[in-house]
């Protein structure tokens, strides 16, 4: 949720009125409480309705900061340990990310998750930006999955050669 309103420093008042709407508080955000998935899903959906997919990604960017994740690994390990990270973030059945090492060295990101694909993009590039004390860069390129599939995109990372 921080995420999100991280997302809106423009018009703050804008993303607060959206989390707020779907029951999500500032006062829940604490490491021992958990918040329902549906209603952060339902405030993402709205951002995308009323501002665009481009914010969207911005979310998915941002959730890098306030996720629960490992310190002292570099962006390939913290990929290809995706699906971990989501579910040490996460309680339930809400799907997974499955990753995979090409023989080129690329890693693919198969999202399988109920989150909005944009947010899901965003999530990755997210991840890989974060993880610059490795100094290392990397493109992300996204395929968009099946319209109403479980698996709604992949995502491409590739180290770029600097």
């Known amino acids: 949720m921080r995420a999100t309103l991280d997302a809106f420093k423009l018009v703050p008042g804008l993303g607060r009125r ?18 329902r998935v549906q209603n952060w899903l339902n405030a993402l959906e709205d951002i995308q309705n009323v501002v665009g997919p481009a914010k969207l990604r911005d ?17 390939e390990v913290i990929l290809m340990n995706l699906d971990g990270i989501y579910y040490q973030n996460h309680r339930g059945d809400v799907g997974h990310y499955l990753s995979t090492r090409l023989e080129d060295g690329t890693i693919e990101v198969r999202c399988e998750t109920p989150y909005p694909r944009n947010f899901e993009w965003g999530l990755i590039e997210g991840f890989c930006r974060h993880r610059a004390a490795d100094k290392k860069r990397y493109s992300v390129e996204y395929i968009d999955g099946p319209s ?15």
Do not use: W, Y
């Not at 707020?20 to 958990?34: A, Q, V, Y």
């Not at 979310?59 to 962006?75: E, K, Y």
């Not at 992949?154 to 770029?160: D, E, G, K, P, S």
């Open 148 to 162: 109403k599939a479980a698996h709604t995109c992949t995502l491409v990372v590739r180290l770029l050669q600097i």
């Open 18 to 35: 959206i989390v707020e709407k779907h029951d999500l508080r500032i006062s829940d955000m604490r490491p021992d409480n958990f918040i």
């Open 59 to 75: 979310v998915g960017r941002n959730v890098v900061a306030a996720a629960d994740i490992p310190l002292g690994q570099d962006t």
